[in-house]
């Protein structure tokens, strides 16, 4: 009876011991966080093992319930940092399967949810990312509202308008870029130097930065592109730094889209006809429900798109010049790649790796006020003396250069306007300024190629 006690007890002993294995291996979620974007947020759940996840969600009032499969925490969800003005809240549920953990996000409003997990990736572990989108605000009101919009300088030239630089600090909330040796993220250095940028570029009058992240919150990469769109930006630049599995690599450079990337972007664009009109204007709606669109739509993306890439060209190899004199090169010459954040066919786009975190000696640099002064300067001599030189034509610094390498012809062909072709500039690039189809400026001035040499000048036809 003793012997058949004792094997009881074991049989129990045991038993106790395998279902607290069990309740330690129920996924724990550890921690909670909050970002919050002008027109969305991001909650991220940080969990001791890979999520098994559903969700659905609520009216009356609105709320987004997820169940985390066999899981269970100990955190007191009311403490959790929110400073999102779309979530409430996030409460515990009695779940209705036992073992399963039910998460309520309360919402202010209807909000379109997307929900994903993410590896392992240092400093981070498993996570369930819940992104909520606020779609009754609209990208451009963002877009417009993080900057100031400066008034014109003068009352003469009100018709004139500012030229538009957006900056987008690359990474951001939950994504915290490359890390250094001693901890240093990629996103607080680039938007350090982002903002110095902005401020130099809205201190020149005749320019305006809009910033496409304001705060430390992730932004869709498709979603950077087009925030510079709706600010109508005259270009793109998107600020890095650069990072490698060995600490060696060193030095700064400049990307702009590979032709490849070009290609294949022009092909997306040419599917989406109810695109058009947003990438092409008023030549958009021209050619609409033509028996030629798909034909003509091709010709007029692969002219933008030229003419983009050039002068992207162009202001890499400017701001190139200026950040060598600061700062140590990875390369001299402006390099391609096929970063989504360049692919915009009518937006110029560069994308500038300030030096690589990962080198110790650069990660110092970097984490230096001063040092982010410098690179943020360097990166706005280039972009100021390629639009001083290049305005555009409806703009005020357009007007303000009359005097420079527009003039007007006093010969018979009166009211003509003539171009000196400055150092960095390409055909497509005057076209893009003068708004003008290449075409018409090689039909006009009888040239054979579109190549134009440093001094040239050239009759600019009438649009």
């Known amino acids: 009876m003793t012997k058949n006690k004792h094997y009881f007890q074991g049989i129990i002993l045991l038993l106790c011991t395998f279902f607290a294995v069990v309740a330690q291996a129920a996924n724990q979620l550890e921690s909670v966080r909050i970002w919050a974007a002008p027109e969305s947020t991001r909650i991220v759940f940080d969990l001791s093992e890979v999520p098994n996840y559903s969700y659905f969600t609520l009216d009356g009032p609105n709320r987004l319930v997820v169940d985390l499969k066999k899981a269970s925490t100990k955190l007191n969800l009311k403490n959790v940092d929110n400073n999102s003005k779309l979530v409430k ?38 996570r369930l990312v819940v992104d909520l989108e606020d779609k009754s605000v609209t990208a451009e009101l963002s877009a417009v509202s993080s900057t100031p919009v400066k008034k014109n300088v003068t009352q003469s030239v009100q018709a004139s308008r500012d030229i538009v630089i957006a900056i987008d600090a690359g990474h951001g909330g939950d994504d915290p870029g490359s890390i250094g040796p001693s901890g240093l993220y990629e996103k607080k250095v680039v938007f350090e130097i982002s903002k110095r940028l902005a ?25 950077r592109s087009e925030l510079a769109r709706n600010s109508k930006a005259d270009l793109l630049i998107s600020i890095h730094a650069d990072a490698f599995t ?86 001299s010459r402006p390099e391609s790649a096929s970063f989504a954040v360049l692919k915009s066919p009518d937006i110029p786009s560069i994308l500038v790796e300030t030096g690589f975190i990962s080198n110790p000696k650069e990660e110092r640099l970097l984490s230096s006020s001063r040092h982010q002064e410098s690179i943020a300067t360097a990166i706005y001599k280039g972009v100021n003396r390629y639009f001083q030189n290049n305005p555009p034509a409806d703009t005020l610094l357009a007007k303000k ?43 006009a001035n009888g040239m054979k190629t579109d190549v134009v040499q440093l001094g040239q000048t050239l009759v600019i036809p009438e649009s």
């Open 246 to 331: 060995s600490p060696n690599p060193r030095g700064a450079s400049v990307w702009v889209l590979s032709m490849r990337r070009a290609n294949s972007e022009i092909g997306r664009w040419l599917e989406q006809k109810e695109k058009h009109s947003e990438l092409l204007g008023g030549a958009g709606e021209i050619i609409q429900n033509t028996d030629n669109e798909q034909y003509l739509a091709m010709t007029l993306l692969d002219m933008s798109m030229n003419s983009s890439m050039a002068i992207g060209h162009s202001v890499a190899g400017d701001i190139l010049k200026d950040l060598g004199a600061v700062t140590e090169l990875h390369k």
């Open 89 to 126: 809240g996030i409460r515990v549920s009695k779940s209705p399967t036992k073992g399963d953990l039910r998460l309520v996000i309360d919402l202010v409003k209807p909000l379109n949810p997307n929900l994903f997990s993410l590896p392992v990736t240092a400093p981070y572990g498993n």
């Open 401 to 443: 250069n009359t005097s420079g390498s527009t003039v007007k012809s006093s010969s018979k062909s009166a009211g003509t306007v003539k171009h000196k072709v400055s150092r960095g500039e390409s055909l497509s690039a005057i076209a893009q300024r003068y708004k003008v189809p290449m075409a018409s400026i090689i039909r």
């Open 199 to 223: 401020s130099k570029i809205n201190d020149t009058p005749g320019m305006r930065a809009v910033m496409i992240r304001s705060g430390d919150y992730f932004v869709n990469l498709n979603r």
